[in-house]
Antibody, heavy 123, light 110 residues
């Protein structure tokens, strides 16, 4: 069964950076798009951007441009999301998610979710 | 990209049907038939319920169905059960090559 296992919760001060990891089981990432979604406490889901691990190509929502960097290490089937210049409103549960597909037909939907990593920004 | 618009809450009695709407624009919901729906019970990660407007992943009960008209996608839950009580979010691929989520709807089973 495909699983995405994320790193533990983090507490950061305003202005700092955080790097969240997401490790998949063997072959979880090959041929798939991986995305990042966050959810502030008591709020809705907010989409951040994607990476295509096979090539390393990325695309981010304009709101996060310049502050977010998503990378991958294909040798250990892990993707990373780094967010810099943290503010209090970045306090949220961060999810890595996989986009589903059958063959080469991508679903445009997220079928596998990590357990989430809580990032708290507080002075 | 603005969030897709959903009603804050809907409710229904056991066995009844409820429908949740998700309104966007021709740049998202109305583009490419890539609306999807997620169920999120309290304290859990979201679960994919519908993709490509009306397709159900393996294991999702056929009580859940999706449809679309123009820039509005809809999720219908038929034969409402107690375990359907959760938050529901729609999502759509957009012309920017990125995604957007809806504002979320709380479903209450009376």
């Amino acid at each position: 069964q495909v699983q995405l296992v994320q790193s533990e919760a983090e507490v950061k001060k305003p202005g700092a950076s955080v790097k969240v990891s997401c490790k998949g089981s063997e072959n979880t990432f090959s041929g798939y798009y991986m995305h990042w979604v966050r959810q502030a406490p008591g709020q809705g889901l907010e989409y951040m951007g994607w990476i295509y691990p096979d090539s390393g190509g990325t695309k981010y929502v304009q709101k996060f441009q310049g502050r977010v960097t998503v990378t991958r290490d294909t040798s250990i089937t892990t993707v990373y999301m780094e967010l810099s210049s943290l503010r209090s409103d970045d306090t949220a549960l961060y999810y890595c998610v996989r986009e589903g597909k059958i063959g080469l037909a991508y679903w445009g939907a997220f079928d596998i979710w990590g357990q989430g990593t809580m990032v708290t920004v507080s002075s | 990209q603005s969030a897709l618009t959903q009603p804050p809450s809907v409710s229904g009695s056991l066995g009844q049907s409820v429908t949740i709407s998700c309104t966007g624009t021709s740049s998202d919901v109305g583009y490419h038939n890539r609306a999807s729906w997620y169920q999120q019970p309290p304290g859990t990660a979201p679960k994919l319920m519908i993709y490509e407007v009306r397709n159900r992943p393996s294991g999702v009960p056929d009580r859940f169905s999706g449809s679309q008209s123009g820039n509005t996608a809809s999720l219908t839950i038929s034969g409402l059960q107690a375990e359907d009580e959760a938050d529901y979010y729609c999502s759509s691929f957009t012309t920017t090559g990125l995604y957007v989520f809806g504002t979320g709807t709380k479903v209450t089973v009376l």
